[in-house]
């Protein structure tokens, strides 16, 4: 059977690969009764990341008329595509997150993280710049067109599968995937689950 189409990048797209991920996600329901994706990349602005398991409950996969799962290498790659962390299966983390992100209610993180994720022309993925120097760990930059990982003296480039062979953190401005307020989460303290290719615990 091919792969499914509900691979998530850490541009936002949404790829079929066979690779597993570590996270589970949704955007709202994106698929026919086939289970193919239509043109709608979300439905609501509650973009979340959750557990793959969750108190023994199980569902099959892009059924008719459910929401979309969505995967993910890891919870970096989620950030960087402008999800946040489930209130539900991820009530800790998602509070952790909430207070390092500066926001009180679920409503208005969606709303505040939304803006940041979104150009409203284009309806693609906003990018920012950002000194290289500055960022925190788990945060993705586009080095030659592709998405790297920040982490401590290294950028790790990102693959469906894990990340590859680390390579020099950038000097100067950089072009910086995770939206900016989710930046700033990440250097008031939040720190997400890593894959463990990644070398390095999350």
Request: net charge positive.
């Amino acid at each position: 059977m091919s792969p499914r189409q509900n691979r998530v990048t850490p541009l936002g797209e949404i790829l079929a690969d066979p690779a597993r991920g570590l996270f589970m996600g949704n955007r709202g329901r994106l698929h026919d009764a086939e289970g193919r994706l239509g043109r709608a990349r979300w439905r609501h602005k509650a973009w979340i990341c959750c557990l793959v398991e969750f108190r023994g409950h199980r569902r099959p996969i892009m059924a008719p008329g459910r929401y979309t799962e969505l995967f993910f290498l890891d919870e970096a790659v989620a950030l960087a595509a402008g999800h946040r962390p489930c209130a539900a299966c991820r009530r800790a983390d998602f509070r952790r997150f909430a207070k390092d992100f500066g926001a009180t209610t679920a409503a208005r993180l969606d709303a505040l993280l939304h803006a940041a994720r979104i150009c409203p022309v284009s309806g693609r993925q906003r990018h920012h710049t950002a000194p290289a120097a500055a960022l925190p760990d788990a945060s993705f930059v586009l080095l030659e067109e592709a998405p790297h990982l920040i982490l401590g003296a290294a950028a790790l480039p990102w693959r469906p599968a894990g990340y590859g062979a680390p390579r020099a953190r950038p000097d100067g401005r950089v072009t910086v995937l995770t939206p900016a307020p989710t930046v700033a989460a990440l250097a008031a303290g939040y720190r997400p689950v890593l894959h463990p290719s990644a070398g390095l615990p999350g």
